[in-house]
């Protein structure tokens, strides 16, 4: 689907409809737009880039209803750019080569275009790889939107070329200075009390566009008496949280869980795992992610926590949901508040470290086991101690290949339970330098 305007940077005007509050509000300059003055400030990229006369395509990154496409036209306005906006959703090949085409003789013309993609991560590689010649002659500066990850959606090639630029959820001031703007254009003030004012401003979750449209909702309302925060619940339901499963969220999400657990902060994990539950995560997932944090960060300065994750996954899965969610709330707070230690996770990745660089060296021949005769005469097994014979139950034996300096992995904590195998390792290594192992 495109959507063609004759004027550069002009959206179309029509006079023979209602428009949504959220068109009626949209900037006419960028001075006018909310937030983002990480990019539109005066130190800001875009403002480096408008004021040096040098607009080099860019990529935008932030959740819905941030201001993407309003900058994209908005820019085209600045730099007199012929604004061509498509949707990665509806557009294949066939409609990018038309918009090549028209951009090619425009530039003959004299004239550059700026091309606005709104979802470009939904193109494929061949999709994304067909900028490329374009954006390199100067025929098109190339503006995408996109609210996944680029550097896991985009191509390498086209991200080479484009500056990436984030665009953040608006912050409370910025809502409520929208909301005001808003009862400018409707000539009245939001028939709401206090705490019903914050509350619309929560339900909207940074969203801009989401807020207009609650705003137009409650100016809907015939009430001569303003509307408390109960009223306002009932009648409007709370933006859905951002939250894509599979997306950039996902990760973030389960890395602010991971994190907080690791940092011994119950409230702070509790509080992402809910965010997550209520994103729709299968708490499956989060049951084998919190037993990996069992394993990863806390490993042997508390035993006990691999089972508690392990019980509590089990009994999720006996009570199902919603019941059975409050076992893994419990495994979070227990994982939070244990000991931590990763020595064994970092001793396993120094052992396969030298597994690897050491791969083809044999096992010493006394600690290889002789079923046969000729094995007895190769000398497998001789030499070998029973460890139950030796005093204390501990030869001091070596174990490793015959001429591999013996490495020392495992470096338990002073904290938990490895506080007392630190105490069992120093006992094993003064009783193996004694007997000369």
């Known amino acids: 689907m495109m959507d063609l305007f004759d004027t550069p940077g002009d959206a179309p005007t029509k006079t023979d409809g209602p428009r949504p509050l959220a068109d009626r509000l949209r900037p006419q300059i960028l001075a006018d737009v909310i937030g983002q003055r990480q990019i539109l400030g005066p130190e800001g990229p875009l403002s480096v880039m408008l004021a040096a006369k040098a607009l080099g395509s860019i990529i935008f990154w932030g959740p819905p209803g941030v201001g993407k496409t309003t900058i994209a036209r908005l820019l085209a306005q600045e730099t007199d750019l012929y604004f061509i906006q498509i949707s990665a959703i509806f557009s294949g090949m066939p409609e990018l080569r038309k918009v090549f085409e028209t951009a090619k003789n425009r530039r003959d013309n004299g004239q550059g275009t700026l091309l606005f993609v709104d979802e470009i991560h ?11 010649p374009l954006m390199e002659n100067g025929t098109i500066v190339l503006v995408g939107a996109t609210t996944e990850n680029p550097s896991f959606e985009l191509n390498a090639a086209v991200l080479s070329r484009a500056q990436v630029m984030v665009l953040e959820r608006l912050a409370t001031e910025d809502l409520e200075l929208l909301a005001q703007r808003a009862e400018t254009e409707a000539g009245r003030e939001l028939p709401l009390e206090a705490d019903a004012r914050r509350s619309l401003l929560e339900m909207a979750d940074g969203d801009g566009r989401s807020l207009l449209n609650l705003i137009e909702q409650v100016m809907a309302w015939k009430r001569e008496q303003p509307i408390n925060q109960a009223t306002l619940s009932t009648r409007l339901m709370k933006r859905a949280a951002v939250y894509d499963k599979s997306g950039d969220s996902h990760y973030n999400m389960i890395s602010a869980l991971h994190k907080s657990v690791r940092g011994s902060d119950p409230d702070a994990a509790l509080y992402w795992f809910a965010r997550m539950l209520a994103g729709g995560e299968d708490p499956r997932y989060l049951a084998r992610r919190i037993t990996r944090m069992a394993v990863e960060d806390i490993g042997l300065a508390d035993p006990q ?87 204390d139950g501990f030869s001091g034996q070596n174990y490793f290949p015959d001429g591999m300096d013996r490495p020392g992995y495992y470096v338990p904590v002073e904290r938990g339970f490895e506080r007392e195998l630190s105490k069992r390792l120093a006992y094993f290594e003064k009783l193996r330098a004694r007997r000369g192992g």
């Open 305 to 391: 926590a691999q089972e508690i994750c392990l019980q509590s996954w089990q009994t999720y899965e006996r009570l199902g949901s919603p019941e059975g969610e409050l076992a893994l709330a419990q495994a979070v707070t227990y994982l939070a508040l244990a000991p931590k230690s990763n020595a064994a996770y970092l001793a396993y990745k120094a052992a396969v470290l030298d597994a690897k660089n050491t791969g083809s060296h044999p096992p010493p021949k006394h600690i290889l086991n002789a079923p046969t005769d000729l094995m007895k005469d190769q000398g497998y097994g001789d030499g070998y101690a029973y460890d139950h014979d030796a005093e």
């Open 122 to 132: 939904r193109f494929n590689k061949a999709q994304q790889d067909s900028f490329l």
